[in-house]
Structures are given as structure tokens and as C-alpha cells.
């Protein structure tokens, strides 16, 4: 395996992370910020009112990109099982 293929695997690994990832992640905490702008101007503190619908939308996240993060999955480990006998040969 050449340096330039570990370092093209390696970068494409950590981009399907990084955007797998940010699918999940960028809307509970636009949800989060909202709530706790919501919290700090009527001042309730309560705990679960920050919890409970990050954790609602972080799994209507999962069911609505479901398709798309197995699908960017599934594409990589295809490019990775292409890039595989270059590895050994």
C-alpha cells in the first residue's frame, strides 16, 4: 500500500464520519439553543425540558436519514473492498 492510497483512505474514512455524524448531531443542537434561549427567558430550569426533545429529534434524525447513512455506508465499504487487493498485491 502506497502512502498516497492510506492517506486517500484514511481522508475518506474521517469525511463519511464527519458528515454521517453532522447529520445527527447540527440539528439537536440548533434544537438545544433554542430551547435554552426558551429556558433563560422564562426562567425555567428544568432538566429534562433540554433532554427529552434532543433526544426526539436525534432519533427522527435516525429515521429520516436512516436511508442516506447506510447508503453512504455502504458506499464506502464498497470503495473500500475495491481498494482492498491493492492493499495485498
Known amino acids: 500500500m502506497s502512502p498516497e492510497m492510506a492517506t486517500e ?3 475518506n474514512a474521517v469525511y463519511t464520519i464527519i458528515e454521517m455524524i453532522l447529520v445527527l448531531i447540527v440539528p439537536g443542537l440548533i434544537l438545544g439553543i433554542a430551547v435554552a434561549i426558551i429556558q433563560g427567558a422564562t426562567s ?6 433540554t433532554f427529552l426533545p434532543r ?4 432519533l427522527l434524525m ?7 447513512l447506510l447508503r453512504t455506508l ?16
Do not use: R
Open 55 to 58: 433526544m426526539l429529534l436525534t
Open 62 to 68: 435516525l429515521v429520516f436519514a436512516g436511508h442516506w
Open 9 to 11: 483512505l484514511i481522508a
Open 74 to 89: 455502504i458506499e464506502w465499504f464498497e470503495t473500500l473492498k475495491f481498494m482492498i487487493p491493492g492493499v495485498f498485491g
Open 44 to 49: 425555567i430550569q428544568e432538566q429534562t425540558l
